[in-house]
């Protein structure tokens, strides 16, 4: 019975092995056929598994001073400098006015190419092995904000229709990348959202009214007093991230940040 287990254990491991193998072999002549490229200036890659080239990963712009609580741009960077999130500068007009319904929000920087690019490929050119990357990102800007007192992390959820059109939701893809680079549990389906327009090219008054009423909390046990982390590719006028706030608060969260990759500088908060 032993010798035969041993057997058994011998033959699995040389499967998996010859497994492994047929895999880099087939790799490397897809590689070899189709010369791998960086999604964003077409370079060369050194391997498939490399989406963007180093080049462009170093070209990222980072945000220079930034609003302490919504984090939008206040000062540039210096070519090349700048840190994850940015540094916290004044709190901005808006926000001196109304404060947005979330304690903080941050993006890594502003919405720029080689970032925008990158985002763009995820979102519309069904490139979901970006997100892994695009997360340690996120994972930077947490840890320099400081938040940790999170206990849990919401993506932003997008229309059944847009899901199963893109097959994916890019903001839960950077949430489980993010929960799992953080230790952090993802609550992926506790808010769903009902069908609304488009919000391209709308300013923040008609996405407010786009969004409104129409997200729904379906699993309330999960955000009761909860300290809450929501994700989102983009920050644009901040209507879509203020409505959800707005209704994980009303389940009974205790506190939402918000993270996002980039933001358009152009963040507005609710009068
Ligand atoms: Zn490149
Ligand atoms: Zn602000």
Known sequence: MRTGGRVVRLCRRGVAAAARACGDFVGMTADLCWPPACVVCGGTVPSARTIVCPHCDAAVCRHGIVCRRCGSGLRPAPSGGGTPGGRAGAVCHDCRDHGPPFVQARSYGPHVAPLSTMIYHLKYRHRPALAPMLAERLAAVVRAAGWDDVEGIVPVPTTGWRRWRRGYNQAELLARELGRLLGLPVHSR???????????????????????????????????????????????????????????????????YLVTLTSTGRTRVPA
């Open 190 to 256: 506790v808010v769903i959202r009902r069908h609304g327009r488009s919000q391209v090219g709308a300013d923040y008054g008609r996405r407010a009214q786009n969004v409104r009423g129409k997200f729904r909390v379906i699993q309330e046990r999960d955000l009761l007093h909860a300290r809450l982390l929501l994700v989102d590719d983009v920050l644009t006028t901040g209507a879509t991230a203020h409505e959800v706030t707005a209704t994980l608060m009303a389940a009974g969260a205790r506190k939402v």
